[in-house]
């Protein structure tokens, strides 16, 4: 009897180490993911962070049409510039002929 006491004790023993070892390599293993999901957690909040910061910037950015039409109001103002161009040319030419008509008068 007390031999069949002892052997049954052994495997009592046996089976709580085993059950110990499985259990220590199951909370490992959940530990060590737990730990991944938290960087991964840190890692998602930082880019969601950055994702608002570039979409608040980007509502004040000009939208495509905005500079499509800012292209062609330069195209006009160019436009523009050259007609002023030939006018300033014009009067500038219109003076030197004034002025060179007073200073052949005045001799």
Do not use: C
Not at 29 to 57: C, F, P, Y
Request: charge should be neutral.
């Amino acid at each position: 009897m007390m031999g069949d006491l002892r052997n049954w004790f052994g495997v009592a023993a046996l089976a709580v180490s085993l059950a110990t070892t499985i259990y220590a390599f199951l909370t490992s293993k959940a530990k060590a993911n737990s730990e991944h999901l938290k960087s991964v957690d840190k890692t998602l909040t930082d880019l969601d962070r950055r994702v608002q910061s570039i979409e608040a910037e980007q509502k004040h950015m000009p939208s495509k049409d905005d500079v499509n039409q800012l292209k062609l109001d330069i195209a006009e103002m160019k436009g523009a510039m050259q007609a002023l161009d030939g006018e300033v040319k014009g009067v500038s030419r219109t003076i030197r002929r004034v002025e060179d008509h007073l200073i052949k008068e005045g001799k």
